[in-house]
């Protein structure tokens, strides 16, 4: 059989990499729906070797006839359609981070907790923040193997993971640097051409990043570890796609790095890349436009018992957001 799909957010960064994707896969379409605001609407797509015509997206668009929506715009378009068109019967895919700890919904990367998708009271289904997915898909061998204690993970995350008007900021920049001309900062605070920036999403009275605690929550919940010690800082830097992770974990029991390299390889969705003594080791430009989280420079931490150091890159588009949400299609569809 065949589902009918509809994207909020289809001109988005993430919606755009979506239809790519449903093409790749050759999803079973039976139709499609895309939508975006007033900007947009009359914008032709094409997806499968058809031409879609993007539509707006008001209080009044009709989704009967919809098996899948998935959803990458803005938090209110969110909070707004998610909880209705879940109502409604269409299984939501969502991409924001308004549902993800609503014990109500499940929060998904398929590799890792499949069995999440059984049940869901309110027919949306999150994907995780698009660190948190490549961060569990290299913890969860690890774990199974001999359990994960605390980790430690700093971002260098692209400014695709802010949408389609920041990568132009970046783009503009440069642009403007090359030419000796003023730079103008809008989707930013500061400058990030030739630059970064410890901050990601807002700050807590206490200093943290709403990014930061995005991760540590959501790795609990997905690794099912209430528990587990996680600390995160995350810094955007001036790369356009793919999100790069220093991750340090002290795991309950020994593991040596090749050990580690084997359960890493066995992981499906992961692809370990690392020989560094011939140079070979994961970056940006390597992950760009691929499905796989690359995992290198896996070696001793001997600043502690049992600690290890990974260095992950994965496509934030992709695995990030818009993969993960097709897998779960896909896997909601297998049954
Ligand atoms: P549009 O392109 O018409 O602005 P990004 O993450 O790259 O910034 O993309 C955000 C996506 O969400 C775009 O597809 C954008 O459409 C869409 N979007 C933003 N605001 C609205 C809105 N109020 N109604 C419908 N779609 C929206």
Same mark, same amino acid.
């Given at each position: 059989?065949?589902?009918?799909?509809?994207? *909020?957010?289809?001109?988005?960064?993430?919606?755009?990499?979506?239809? $790519?994707?449903?093409?790749?896969?050759?999803?079973?379409?039976?139709?499609? !729906?895309?939508?975006?605001?007033?900007?947009?609407?009359?914008?032709?797509?094409?997806?499968?070797?058809?031409?879609?015509?993007?539509?707006?997206?008001?209080?009044?668009?009709?989704? %009967?006839?919809?098996?899948?929506?998935?959803?990458?715009?803005?938090?209110?378009?969110?909070?707004?359609?998610?909880?209705?068109?879940?109502?409604?019967?269409?299984?939501?895919?969502?991409?924001?981070?308004?549902?993800?700890?609503?014990?109500?919904?499940?929060?998904?990367?398929? $590799?890792?907790?499949?069995?999440?998708?059984?049940?869901?009271?309110?027919?949306?289904?999150?994907?995780?923040?698009?660190?948190?997915?490549?961060?569990?898909? %290299?913890?969860?061998? *690890?774990?199974?193997?001999?359990?994960?204690?605390?980790?430690?993970?700093?971002?260098?995350?692209?400014?695709?993971?802010?949408?389609?008007?920041? /990568?132009?900021?970046?783009?503009?920049?440069?642009?403007?640097? /090359?030419?000796?001309?003023?730079?103008?900062?809008?989707?930013?605070?500061?400058?990030?051409?030739?630059?970064?920036?410890?901050?990601?999403?807002?700050?807590?009275?206490?200093?943290?990043?709403?990014?930061?605690?995005?991760?540590?929550? $959501?790795?609990?919940?997905?690794?099912d570890a209430p528990t587990m010690r996680v600390t995160s800082t995350t810094v955007?830097?001036?790369?356009?796609?793919?999100?790069?992770?220093?991750?340090?974990?002290?795991?309950?029991?020994?593991?040596?790095?090749?050990?580690? !390299?084997?359960? *890493?390889?066995?992981?499906?969705?992961?692809?370990? +890349?690392?020989?560094?003594?011939?140079?070979?080791?994961?970056?940006? @430009?390597?992950?760009?436009?691929?499905?796989?989280? +690359?995992?290198?420079?896996?070696?001793?931490?001997?600043?502690?018992?049992?600690?290890?150091?990974?260095?992950?890159?994965?496509?934030n588009l992709r695995k990030g957001a818009a993969l993960n949400a097709v897998q779960?299609?896909?896997? @909601?569809?297998?049954?």
């Amino acid at each position: 059989s065949a589902y009918t799909i509809a994207i *909020l957010g289809a001109t988005g960064a993430v919606g755009k990499e979506s239809l $790519e994707i449903l093409e790749e896969r050759n999803f079973p379409l039976a139709g499609l !729906r895309l939508f975006a605001s007033k900007r947009s609407a009359g914008e032709v797509m094409t997806c499968q070797g058809k031409e879609w015509t993007v539509e707006e997206l008001t209080e009044s668009s009709s989704f %009967a006839g919809v098996d899948f929506a998935f959803i990458s715009a803005t938090d209110s378009i969110s909070k707004e359609y998610g909880p209705r068109l879940g109502a409604a019967g269409v299984v939501v895919i969502d991409d924001s981070g308004v549902f993800r700890m609503d014990p109500q919904v499940p929060l998904v990367v398929p $590799e890792v907790n499949a069995s999440a998708l059984r049940s869901l009271p309110r027919g949306i289904v999150s994907i995780p923040n698009c660190t948190t997915t490549p961060l569990v898909m %290299a913890l969860k061998p *690890l774990h199974d193997a001999v359990g994960v204690k605390r980790v430690v993970v700093t971002t260098f995350q692209s400014v695709s993971g802010t949408g389609a008007a920041a /990568m132009d900021e970046l783009l503009d920049q440069t642009r403007a640097l /090359m030419a000796f001309r003023d730079v103008k900062a809008e989707v930013y605070p500061y400058q990030i051409a030739f630059n970064l920036l410890p901050h990601i999403g807002s700050f807590s009275e206490g200093g943290e990043c709403s990014e930061e605690i995005k991760i540590v929550r $959501e790795t609990r919940k997905i690794l099912d570890a209430p528990t587990m010690r996680v600390t995160s800082t995350t810094v955007r830097v001036p790369v356009l796609r793919c999100h790069s992770e220093s991750i340090n974990v002290e795991l309950e029991k020994p593991l040596t790095p090749n050990e580690a !390299r084997a359960a *890493l390889a066995a992981m499906p969705g992961v692809l370990v +890349y690392d020989d560094p003594l011939k140079k070979l080791y994961p970056m940006p @430009l390597d992950a760009t436009g691929k499905d796989e989280v +690359y995992v290198g420079r896996i070696r001793e931490d001997a600043s502690v018992t049992n600690g290890l150091n990974l260095w992950v890159v994965s496509d934030n588009l992709r695995k990030g957001a818009a993969l993960n949400a097709v897998q779960i299609a896909e896997s @909601l569809v297998r049954g």
